[in-house]
């Protein structure tokens, strides 16, 4: 809870900092990276940084968390914490590297609005880093517990033990422990980082979803490659590297899974909504549905460009055919097939059941059309749940 002096200050320089915080945001990630060019090169995905994402991410985390705090002193925005405490644990973030990020943070706060922040202005807006920073290191804490790692030390060598190849775009990378040990146990719908060594002598890493089920004895990522600007540049480099460099009997590096987009187990319908490469979280939902013989009714959607683009789409309709009460639809931009719908994604004629939990992946405009569209079907906002690949952009302007 911030004190009742900060939350008057907090309350009174919001908007000026609220309207500067693109700039503050720059110029953090411009300081860090002076002092601490590593960050860069093995922590942090260059091509958001090259894109402005995260630091537009950072801008709407920041400013969102310090309105929570004054619009709702008695409560914090868990959501938000807890997301990005999942992205920090899949990527080793230490607590040591909090200090780090306040120090230049503030130094970029203190030259971008000058002489408005006076002391009592710095002392607030220092409590509002520190509630923050300390709720997701203790979040994350946890998070390693339960994972049975050491924050920094989450990362295992696995070997390629087989690779498909889905799509023109899309490989599907089998896994298993290089050492042995027995793999991690992991929710349906969560994640893993995995970090790569570029031409460059970069580390750069790249959350993907596992695309099986817990139950699976071998652990699966599919990935897309990335085209277009970023093709075999910053936005594409991992996806790249994956796809022309990994084969079987490599190994790659790769963290314990997180996420906190996890299926619940109940007796509820459920709904998985996707999109393009977002389907993988879907799959391994809807294998472990299977797996586990889920007798409610079960609402399959995904939308993609073409049939051909369409990963795992046999997977997809073998899964949903396991399950006694499910139902498939797929919609195709173009070449869309009979019993197939052309054009994007619309609910308007799929059937919802009373008490569904929806559960969304792919492209926000997407995510923002069905959640939309699930609201006018009388689905209740804490029951519809998503996944962001890269910056939760939608969090961070919530």
Same mark, same amino acid.
């Not at 004190?3 to 907090?10: F, I, P, R, Y």
């Not at 699976?216 to 594409?236: E, N, Q």
């Given at each position: 809870?911030l =004190?009742?002096?900060?939350?008057?200050?907090?309350r009174a320089? +919001?908007?000026?900092?609220?309207?500067?915080?693109?700039?503050?945001?720059?110029?953090?990630?411009?300081?860090l990276?002076?002092?601490?060019?590593?960050?860069?090169r093995?922590?942090?995905?260059?091509?958001?940084?090259?894109?402005?994402?995260?630091?537009q991410?950072?801008?709407?985390?920041?400013?969102?968390?310090?309105?929570?705090?004054?619009?709702?002193?008695?409560t914090?925005?868990?959501v938000?914490?807890?997301?990005?405490?999942?992205k920090?644990?899949?990527?080793?973030?230490?607590?040591?590297?909090?200090?780090?990020?306040?120090?230049?943070?503030?130094?970029?706060?203190?030259?971008?609005?000058?002489?408005?922040?006076t002391?009592?202005?710095?002392?607030?807006?220092?409590?509002?880093?520190?509630?923050?920073a300390?709720?997701?290191?203790?979040?994350?804490?946890?998070?390693?517990?339960?994972q049975?790692?050491?924050?920094?030390?989450?990362?295992r060598?696995?070997t390629v033990?087989?690779?498909?190849?889905?799509?023109?775009?899309?490989?599907?990378?089998?896994?298993?422990?290089?050492?042995?040990?027995?793999?991690?146990?992991?929710?349906?719908?969560?994640?893993?980082s995995v970090?790569?060594?570029?031409?460059?002598?970069?580390r750069?890493?790249r959350?993907? =979803? +596992?695309?099986?089920?817990?139950?699976?004895? %071998?652990?699966?990522?599919?990935?897309?490659?990335?085209?277009?600007?970023?093709?075999?540049?910053?936005?594409?480099e %991992?996806?790249?590297?994956?796809?022309?460099?990994?084969h079987?009997?490599?190994?790659?590096?790769v963290?314990?899974?997180?996420?906190?987009?996890?299926?619940?187990?109940?007796t509820?319908? %459920?709904? +998985?909504a =996707?999109?393009?490469?977002g389907?993988?979280?879907?799959l391994?939902?809807?294998e472990?549905?299977?797996d586990?013989a889920?007798?409610?009714?079960?609402t399959?959607?995904?939308?993609?460009?073409?049939?051909?683009?369409h990963?795992?789409?046999?997977?997809?309709?073998?899964?949903?055919?396991k399950?006694?009460?499910?139902?498939?639809?797929?919609?195709y931009?173009e070449?869309?097939?009979?019993g197939?719908?052309a054009?994007?994604?619309?609910?308007?004629?799929?059937?919802?059941?009373?008490?569904?939990r929806?559960?969304?992946?792919?492209?926000?405009?997407?995510?923002?059309?069905?959640?939309?569209? +699930?609201?006018?079907?009388?689905?209740?906002?804490?029951?519809?749940?998503?996944?962001?690949?890269?910056?939760?952009?939608?969090?961070?302007?919530?």
């Open positions: 809870m =004190s009742e002096k900060s939350t008057a200050t907090v320089t +919001l908007p000026a900092v609220g309207a500067a915080v693109g700039d503050i945001a720059e110029l953090f990630y411009q300081k990276f002076a002092a601490h060019p590593a960050l860069l093995d922590l942090f995905n260059r091509g958001n940084q090259s894109s402005g994402l995260q630091k991410a950072l801008a709407g985390s920041i400013a969102a968390f310090a309105t929570h705090l004054v619009q709702h002193p008695d914090r925005p868990d938000m914490l807890n997301r990005i405490a999942h920090h644990a899949s990527l080793g973030v230490t607590r040591e590297q909090y200090p780090v990020v306040h120090q230049h943070l503030f130094e970029a706060i203190a030259e971008v609005l000058g002489d408005a922040v002391p009592e202005v710095a002392q607030a807006w220092d409590e509002v880093y520190w509630l923050m300390n709720a997701l290191i203790a979040i994350e804490e946890r998070l390693h517990a339960e049975r790692v050491l924050a920094g030390e989450v990362w060598e696995w033990a087989a690779r498909t190849e889905e799509t023109a775009d899309c490989a599907t990378f089998h896994l298993t422990p290089a050492d042995g040990r027995r793999a991690p146990g992991f929710k349906p719908g969560q994640y893993v970090q790569v060594e570029l031409p460059d002598g970069a750069q890493i959350q993907y =979803s +596992l695309s099986t089920s817990p139950g699976s004895p %071998v652990r699966a990522i599919t990935v897309k490659r990335v085209h277009g600007p970023a093709a075999g540049g910053p936005d594409g %991992v996806s790249h590297h994956l796809h022309t460099r990994v079987p009997g490599d190994t790659l590096r963290s314990a899974p997180y996420g906190d987009l996890t299926l619940k187990d109940s509820a319908p %459920v709904l +998985l =996707s999109a393009g490469i389907c993988t979280p879907m391994s939902m809807l472990h549905l299977a586990t889920h007798t409610a009714p079960v399959v959607l995904h939308a993609d460009r073409t049939p051909a683009d990963p795992l789409r046999s997977d997809h309709r073998a899964l949903t055919h399950l006694p009460a499910a139902t498939a639809r797929f919609w931009e070449s869309a097939e009979p197939d719908a054009g994007r994604m619309d609910l308007t004629d799929v059937p919802v059941a009373p008490g569904t929806a559960y969304l992946c792919g492209p926000l405009p997407f995510m923002r059309s069905v959640r939309e569209q +699930l609201l006018g079907k009388g689905v209740a906002a804490a029951d519809i749940h998503y996944e962001v690949f890269g910056p939760d952009m939608w969090l961070a302007s919530a």
